[in-house]
């Protein structure tokens, strides 16, 4: 039988057909636009039965025994009964805010973000706690800010594509197809990028930027489109404010000033400038690559600004504004006590910029723990994530989780963070798993994730475990749903869709017709109703009004005032299509055929090093060391390496995060620079 759902082993959320044989998943397919033989392949979905099936699977609860020394299985009533108990007790204590839920990102962030969410809030904590500080949702944050939502690049139908800090050959393979189609009709490719992918290797125009100098670029390149008057004179001056501002302050980041700094030639800022401002239309597809700096938010600013100063703003095959799924919002916040912060409050436009992205900075947690600032968290949730391996200064995330009371970790794997757990509860993988994802809310067409086997083991899908705690915790009213058809049809009521008339549509339900240029006919949603080249807004909340009005706040690379000592760029690898962040490399096909866990060395530093293709080399930071075989490679620049990132659970020694830090935070969205650090090398001794 061949099924329509969504895969969730990734953000991608591509649209599939899954081959089922007696409630079995035997294979499954992306579909595509494209005609068979030109469609990418992924391997994580082509190894879909084998993490299903994997005998690593957690199959039923776990809760550690008495003496601490491991776990022992339990039954679900037994498991959620000690749950609620401890969060009961901790209310009790020290207050329900002294709970929280920390979100990764497997589960997705639609319907399984809104939940817990619901749940937060009415049982009185207002810490619900994602990772988008470092990851899309700062990015989402500078859009908003800039032209009132995030824009998406219709790649396809574009005359020149911009590809900043994204490699979507290894994580969205539907935009890589996209991209492909592009330049196969014509279209001229410029790719900013300090490592030499394979993208890089197809550009007109490839920068190799200097890690998280992206921000003076794009400031150099909106300087060199204004005074050579290349920008869109009608979009500007009737749908945009502050433009004078914006011409002021990009003058102070002219090519010839900026050009050093970030590695590149006067003569390359300004072509690509001239190219993206004179191909039309253009799309950027900008990505990870400017997440995790602390300048991620005005940089992403000025790349938003770059779209609407071209005229390539909600136009096709340009970066078109979504037309968002009119869902109930179910989180229920007004129910939280009045004036009740979370730990997050430092940064309160973030917390509140959308009506569901909710709280971002997921730092603040590890404050919460151990310096019970702003207030203590005893409790925590883990709900499909792996902080002690993927967040920043993993030995100071380690300490918290080892720390904190109680911790209570959703996964279908036993992580390095579930290692800690008090309670661990069986998630049920995407295939056993019907909800709506963002993907199919933000914006049309909309397709379900529909289960097309039934859970394996005794393991539950996300929803039923947040569902059954909420009664448990006596909230049945607030949580009626028996089935995660029926929570759907109650967000999607005002659209008048339903999960049969979605599963009636498995190529896609489109409720409304894409429309372009949409701004001729309703404002931008800013409060000026315009795009925003400043933000009085930010000004009054004492952050920039124009992206780096006030310069960079310091040098964007960690420990860079340590150079003497630690005289190498680190760079955080890119992902390898075959995992998600720490995930899978628990599953023996993915591990086959791919680069593994190495650090790229140019060849001149590896001379310098005496290091071979190999060796096992010692990577420190003031932070800590970690040990990986070196890969002697040109795709890196001299006095930089790449280090694989998303290992720690396959090997300790090898978590690039023990040598990232949190000690600084961009004063918006409270990103730290877990990106590009300034580290040392040296042959590791070998165990005899």
């Known amino acids: 039988m061949i099924l329509d759902t969504v895969c969730r082993l990734c953000s991608s959320c591509c649209p599939i057909e899954a081959e089922v044989v007696d409630n079995r998943l035997i294979a499954a397919r992306r579909k595509s636009f494209l005609a ?175 890690p998280g100098h992206d921000g003076l670029l794009a400031m150099a390149m909106i300087n060199e489109i204004i005074a050579e008057r290349l920008f869109d004179e009608e979009f500007v001056g009737h749908y945009t404010t502050g433009f004078d501002r914006l011409r002021e302050i990009a003058a102070r980041y002219p090519a010839e000033s900026v050009a050093e700094k970030t590695w590149l030639t006067v003569d390359q800022i300004k072509q690509a400038a001239r190219l993206y401002a004179t191909t039309k239309p253009a799309s950027i597809i900008d990505g990870n690559g400017l997440d995790m700096h602390r300048e991620v938010f005005d940089t992403t600013r000025a790349i938003a600004m770059l779209r609407a100063l071209t005229g390539n703003l909600d136009k096709p095959g340009g970066d078109v504004l979504p037309q968002p799924i009119p869902v109930r919002n179910i989180h229920l916040k007004d129910r939280l006590p009045d004036g009740m912060a979370p730990i997050t409050r430092d940064y309160p436009l973030f917390n509140t910029f959308s009506d569901t992205w909710g709280n971002q900075v997921q730092g603040c947690l590890i404050d919460a723990i151990l310096e019970e600032s702003p207030y203590p968290v005893k409790m925590v949730v883990v709900q499909t994530g792996n902080p002690v391996v993927t967040m920043a200064d993993s030995t100071r995330t380690r300490e918290a989780f080892t720390k904190v009371e109680t911790l209570v970790v959703i996964d279908m794997f036993l992580s390095e963070t579930a290692k800690l757990a008090d309670v661990i509860l069986p998630a049920a993988s995407c295939f056993e798993t019907t909800q709506l994802n963002r993907f199919s809310i933000r914006n049309n067409p909309m397709f379900l994730q529909n289960a097309v086997i039934p859970p394996v083991g005794d393991s539950w899908p996300n929803w039923r475990i947040v569902f ?29 869709v339903t999960v049969e008339k979605l599963r009636q549509h498995g190529n896609g339900l489109r409720i409304e017709e894409l429309r372009y240029e949409k701004y001729r006919e309703e404002p931008f949603k800013t409060p000026t109703g315009k795009v925003e080249f400043f933000s009085e807004r930010l000004a009054k909340a004492g952050l920039p009004g124009v992206p780096f009005e006030h310069g960079l706040i310091d040098n964007p690379i960690s420990f860079a005032d340590q150079s003497d000592e630690y005289p190498m760029l680190g760079i955080s690898g890119s992902r390898d299509i075959r995992f998600t962040n720490s995930q899978f490399r628990n599953i023996p096909s993915l591990l086959r055929g791919g680069t593994g866990c190495v650090v790229d060395i140019h060849p001149d530093d590896a001379r310098g090093y005496d290091l071979t293709e190999g060796d096992l080399v010692l990577i420190e930071s003031p932070k800590g060391a970690i040990e990986m075989t070196a890969r002697i490679s040109i795709i890196v620049r001299p006095g930089t390496v790449r280090i694989a990132w998303g290992w720690g659970d396959y090997d300790s020694r090898a978590n690039l995060n023990t040598l990232t830090e949190d000690d600084r935070r961009g004063l918006a969205t409270g990103t730290s620079t877990m990106r590009s650090f300034m580290c040392r090398l040296r042959r590791a001794r070998q165990e005899e």
């Open 468 to 496: 059954e705690l909420g009664r448990r915790l006596g909230f049945a009213a607030e949580f009626p749903w028996q089935s995660a058809e029926e929570a759907i049809d109650y967000q999607l009521e005002p659209t008048g």
């Open 36 to 210: 068979p033989e030109k469609r990418l392949s992924c391997p994580k979905l082509a190894a879909a039965p084998d993490i299903v099936y994997s005998p690593q699977r957690l199959m039923t609860p776990l809760i550690r025994k008495d003496d601490g020394s491991g776990f022992r299985g339990a039954g679900w009533d037994e498991a959620l009964d000690l749950v609620v108990a401890r969060l009961t007790r901790h209310r009790e204590e020290t207050g329900a805010r002294s709970i929280a839920w920390l979100r990764g990102m497997a589960a997705d962030w639609g319907a399984p973000w809104d939940y817990p969410n619901r749940l937060m809030h009415v049982f009185g904590s207002p810490n619900t706690i994602g990772n988008g500080s470092i990851c899309f949702v700062a990015r989402d944050f500078a859009h908003s800010c800039t032209y009132g939502a995030m824009a998406f690049p219709e790649a396809k139908n574009a005359r020149c594509i911009l590809i900043w800090g994204k490699n979507d050959g290894n994580t969205a393979l539907g935009a890589a197809e996209s991209i492909h189609y592009a330049r196969e009709q014509g279209a001229a490719l410029v790719v900013i990028d300090p490592v030499e992918t394979a993208l890089a290797r197809k550009a007109d125009i490839w920068l190799q930027i200097k």
